[in-house]
């Protein structure tokens, strides 16, 4: 991947899990799935880097664990109010 290419699609993640995380902190359950597909490809064209440049992408990597974790939370949420609906 040319370093250019490179530098964009980490600038474009960033974003986009920035974004994410204010959809997860808002609940805006269509604005994350709107997200996901973008995040994907992204993710996508980094699974092809070379080893060094993987190395760049540990702020990127707590940013992904991060929103996880926020994810996490707001699928219990969703589970627990089904339960108790149910």
Do not use: P, Y
Request: hydrophobic share 40%; net charge negative; aromatic share 2%.
């Amino acid at each position: 991947m040319a370093h250019e290419n490179f530098d964009t699609v980490i600038e474009e993640l960033d974003e986009v899990l920035d974004l994410e995380r204010e959809a997860l902190l808002c609940g805006d359950l269509d604005q994350i799935g709107r997200l996901l597909e973008r995040k994907e490809s992204l993710i996508d064209q980094l699974s092809n880097l070379e080893q060094g440049e993987r190395e760049a992408l540990e702020d990127l990597n707590s940013k992904v664990l991060r929103n996880q974790a926020l994810l996490d939370h707001a699928l219990e949420g969703i589970r627990t109010v089904a339960r108790r609906l149910a």
